[in-house]
């Protein structure tokens, strides 16, 4: 027999309760939800471990990902994480703080400033991104290869098309 989640139990209710209803989106919301809680808190844990937070790692990893130099404009942060300017200000002054990034004159515009990796915030992204990738494995166990790459391919056909 299939096991059962809460989310079983909420549409049976649903269905008892309200039967002229079609409650099947609640089956899909309703786990996204519960599996983004679940990744988002064992995902914290890992970046704790290294004394940042989800925020930090974001801007950290943007960077690394970014190529060398490991240099970005705080636009083109921006851009990439979907921000405010002012929280991404807080997140760059605290990693700043942490001696993590560092900023210096944009030599492109005499008003703006390049935010980059230290070598001290290269070294900790590459050991935090290898700890990041391997909890994600952990997570994604339960399922088989070919079912992980079907759940990535319907959740960016979903992603797409709310994409703004």
Do not use: C
Not at 39 to 46: D, E, H, I, R, Y
């Amino acid at each position: 027999m299939e096991k059962t989640d809460l989310v079983d139990k909420v549409l049976a209710q649903w269905a008892r309760e309200k039967p002229e209803i079609d409650p099947w989106p609640m089956a899909i919301m309703g786990r996204l939800v519960r599996a983004d809680a679940i990744f988002s808190k064992t995902l914290q844990g890992v970046f704790k471990q290294f004394g940042l937070n989800g925020g930090e790692f974001d801007v950290l990893a943007t960077l690394r990902r970014s190529g060398q130099p490991y240099a970005l404009t705080p636009n083109q942060l921006l851009q990439t994480l979907m921000l405010t300017s002012g929280s991404m200000t807080n997140r760059i002054d605290r990693l700043e703080e942490k001696f993590l990034v560092a900023r210096s004159p944009d030599p492109n515009d005499r008003r703006g400033v390049v935010v980059s990796l230290t070598e001290q915030g290269l070294n900790l992204i590459d050991e935090v991104i290898v700890q990041h990738v391997a909890k994600g494995n952990d997570l994604l166990a339960p399922l088989e290869l070919e079912e992980q790459q079907q759940l990535a391919n319907l959740l960016k056909k979903l992603l797409v098309a709310h994409a703004h």
